[in-house]
C-alpha cells in the first residue's frame, strides 16, 4: 500500500452515494507535504517524459499542480469553468457533457498558455466519469499540444472515466485507485498496483 | 524595486477600467518560482508570528498559498464560493457585498478546520475593494482563530481595500502597491516600500 492508500485509509470517509470525502488532506484543508510526495511519485511515473508545462483545472487541481510542478520545474496553467472578465484575447474552450448532472460544463484557457510546442502533464485531484479531464484533453488537442501524460490522485475505478482514458492510449497514473467502497462499513478496496 | 514590481513592469499589462492583467505568471498560468521568492518574501515579513495555519479563497489564491505554505511548513484551507455537495458538516458562512457589483457573494469553510486555536495566515493575489478578504476574516472570526497576517501579492493601493484593513490594525503586507497606472501608457506607479 502507499502513502496515498494509507491516508485514505487513515483520514477518508466514505459516505452514502459512492462518496469518498477527503476534505481533510486533498481538497478543502490541504497537507503540502503530502502533495510533495505526490510531485516525486509523478515525477518517478513519467520518468523520461519531455513535459514543458502543467495543465488542471479550477479550484481543487489547482494545488496538487503547484507543488507537483516544483518536482518537473515547469509553470502551471489552470483551466477556468466560467468565463471570466479576466479572460480577454483568444480563448479555447471546450464543452463537456456530464452524465450524472446532466449538466453541460465549459473548461477555457487562454490561448496564449498552451500551443503546438508544449508538451503537457495534465494533473487533477479526482477522476471518476472523467468529464473534466476529457474536457482539459479537448483544449490540449484544440491547441496542436501533445497530452505527455495524466497524473491522478484518486480514481474511482468503478467509474468509467480511467478505463476509457486508458483505452485511448493516453499514460494515465492515478496515486490510488479505488475499485469498491460501502459507506455502511467503511471499507475502501485499492486495485493492485506496481 | 523588488522582484515581483520589476515582473509586472515586465509582463504586466495595464487594461482600460483599471484592469491590471497579470495573467502570464501569476493567476491563470503561474510562475512557480516566482511564487517560491513570494514564500520566502512572506516569511521574512512574518518573522517571529506565530502561524499554524494558511487560509485563502478558490481559486486564484489557492496556488500562492500553497507554495507559500512551504516556507512556513503549515497546512493550507481554502474557503469555497459556492456550496457543493462536498461541502457537508457544519460550515462557516461569510456574506459580503461587493460594492462594485453590487451583489452579494459568500465563503464558506466547513468548521472542522478552523477553530479557536489556529493562528492564521491569510493569503491572496489581488486586493482591491478587499471584499473577498473581509469575507476571509470574518470565517477566522467566526471560529475564534486569530489573524497573524494577511500577505497579498499585488494590492490596487487606489482602492479603499488596503487603507482599511490597516486603519483595523491588521499586519497586512503587499509584496506590490500599484499606486497608479494608466491604460493609454502602460505607466505604473508603485508604493515606496522598505
Redesign the interface.
Known sequence: MNFLEERILKDGIV?EGN?L?V???L??????EL??EMGKEFKKRFEGKNINKILTV??SG??I???V??HFG?????A?KTQS????GEMYVAEVESFTHKCKNQVI??Q??LNENDHILLIDDFLANGCALQGLIQLVQSAGATVEGIGIAIEKGFQPGGRMIRNLGYQLESLAIVDDMEWKTGKIVFREQN
Open positions: 459516505k462518496v470525502k476534505d481533510s488532506f481538497n478543502h484543508q490541504m497537507d503540502i502533495f510533495n479550477e479550484a489547482i494545488g499542480a503547484c507543488i510542478a516544483q515547469v509553470p502551471v496553467v489552470f477556468k472578465i479576466n479572460l480577454d484557457v487562454a496564449k498558455f
